[in-house]
């Protein structure tokens, strides 16, 4: 059974950082494209950071970019998300997800479109206030 635990969550001061991390159980990551979500209190869930299965190919969102940085270590079948400069406005609980995106040759290039991911972590929480 596929597994996504996602950690690293915690409370940090505006400008702040915070690496949160995706680990996965059940199967190798290097076939799967990789995204992080995030879902504030109210709010839509809206996607962060996404990741091809070879790691070659990222996309961020706007409010992100040049904050957030995303990577992979398949060795370790982990994915990482670096967050610095953190806004209180990053508030949130950040979700991992995956889906299968690798068919031989051929790479997927992910979206930040949630509905493209098939399995879900439970989510961590962080919090960035004063």
């Known amino acids: 059974q596929l597994q996504l635990v996602e950690s690293g969550g915690g409370l940090v001061q505006p400008g702040g950082s915070l690496n949160l991390s995706c680990a996965a159980s059940g199967f190798t990551l290097d076939k799967y494209a990789i995204g992080w979500f995030r879902q504030a209190p109210g709010k839509e869930r809206e996607g962060v950071s996404c990741?091809?299965?070879?790691?070659?190919?990222?996309d961020y969102a706007d409010s992100v970019k040049g904050r957030f940085t995303i990577s992979r270590d398949n060795a370790n079948n982990t994915v990482h998300l670096e967050m610095n400069s953190l806004k209180p406005e990053d508030t949130a609980v950040y979700y991992c997800a995956a889906f299968f995106a690798s068919f031989g040759s051929l790479v997927v290039t992910p979206t930040l479109n949630p509905a493209e991911y098939d399995d879900w972590g439970r989510g961590t929480q962080v919090t960035v206030s004063s």
């Open positions: 990741i091809s299965s070879d790691g070659g190919r990222t």
